[in-house]
C-alpha cells in the first residue's frame, strides 16, 4: 500500500457521535485524496487536497470535514450530520495536482454505526 | 459529465485463458484513463495508464490495455489468466485539467482453477 498508513483499520460508532478516521503519508506527495466506497457503486471521492492549508470538497462532501495541516497527513471527520457513515474509507495521494499521476492508496478504514 | 462504464459486475474465466475486462468512457478529447485492482479489504493499487502516444498500454502482472478512440474504451487484458488475478477492478478516467479521477463500479474478476 506504498508508504501511506490508515488508522484505525476498525473503527464502530455510535449514532450522533463523530470520529476522525486518520492518514499519513511518507511519499512527499502534494495531493491528497479521501474516497468513500460501498457495494456497487465504486469509489466516491469526499475531499482532496492539492497543497498544505486547501482543500477542496468533491462529490459527497456533506457530512463530512477535513484538515491539511501537514504536508504528510489529511485526517477525515465524520461527523453526526452523515446520514449514512458506514462504509469502506479510502485514502490516497499522488505526487501533484495533475491527474495523469496516478493515486497511491491507503489500505482502509471499515467503519460501522451501532 | 464524465464518467466510465464497467458493464459487467462479475467475470468468470478459467485459469490459463485469457482475460477481458471491459471498461468505457465518455470524456471528449483526449482522456487519462487508468485501471487498479484491489484485493479483499485492501486499498486500491495502480495497474497501469493511459496519457498519450502508443494504444497498446503495458502494466504490472502481466496485465495490458488497449486504448480505442473509435470505440470509446479501454478493456483490460492478460494473455493467460493466474487464479491470484481474481479481485476487484476499477477503471478510471480523468479531464485534462481537472482535480480528480472517477471511477467505475468495478467487476469482479474470478479466476477458476
Known amino acids: 500500500d506504498g508508504g501511506i498508513t490508515q488508522s484505525p483499520k476498525y473503527l464502530f460508532r455510535k449514532e450522533g457521535q463523530n470520529v476522525t478516521l486518520s492518514c499519513e503519508q511518507n511519499?512527499?506527495?502534494?495531493?491528497m485524496y479521501w474516497y468513500r466506497q460501498d457495494p456497487g457503486q465504486g469509489l466516491r471521492l469526499i475531499y482532496y487536497?492539492?497543497?498544505?492549508?486547501?482543500?477542496q470538497k468533491g462529490d459527497i462532501a456533506e457530512g463530512y470535514s477535513v484538515s491539511r495541516e501537514k504536508k504528510e497527513s489529511f485526517p477525515l471527520t465524520v461527523t453526526s450530520a452523515q446520514k449514512n457513515p458506514t462504509a469502506f474509507y479510502l485514502c490516497?495521494?499522488?505526487?501533484?495536482?495533475?491527474?495523469?499521476?496516478?493515486?497511491?492508496f491507503g489500505p482502509g478504514t471499515r467503519l460501522t454505526v451501532l | 459529465a464524465q464518467s466510465v462504464a464497467q458493464p459487467e459486475d462479475q467475470v468468470n474465466v478459467a485459469e490459463g485463458n485469457p482475460l477481458t475486462v471491459k471498461c468505457t468512457y465518455s470524456?471528449?478529447?483526449?482522456?487519462?484513463l487508468f485501471w487498479y485492482v484491489q484485493y479483499p479489504n485492501r486499498g486500491l493499487q495502480f495497474l497501469l495508464k493511459?496519457?498519450?502516444?502508443?494504444?497498446l498500454v503495458k502494466g504490472s502482472y502481466g496485465f495490458e490495455a488497449e486504448f480505442n478512440k473509435s470505440q470509446t474504451s479501454f478493456h483490460l487484458k492478460k494473455p493467460s489468466a493466474l487464479v491470484s488475478d481474481s479481485a476487484l477492478y476499477f477503471c478510471?478516467?480523468?479531464?485534462?485539467?481537472?482535480?480528480?479521477?472517477?471511477f467505475g463500479t468495478g467487476t469482479r474478476l474470478t479466476v477458476i482453477p
Open positions: 487536497s492539492q497543497i498544505v492549508n486547501d482543500f
Open positions: 490516497a495521494s499522488s505526487s501533484d495536482r495533475d491527474t495523469y499521476n496516478e493515486q497511491f
Open positions: 493511459y496519457i498519450t502516444g502508443d494504444n
Open positions: 511519499l512527499n506527495h502534494d495531493a
Open positions: 470524456v471528449s478529447g483526449n482522456p487519462y
Open positions: 478510471a478516467e480523468a479531464r485534462r485539467g481537472a482535480n480528480n479521477l472517477f
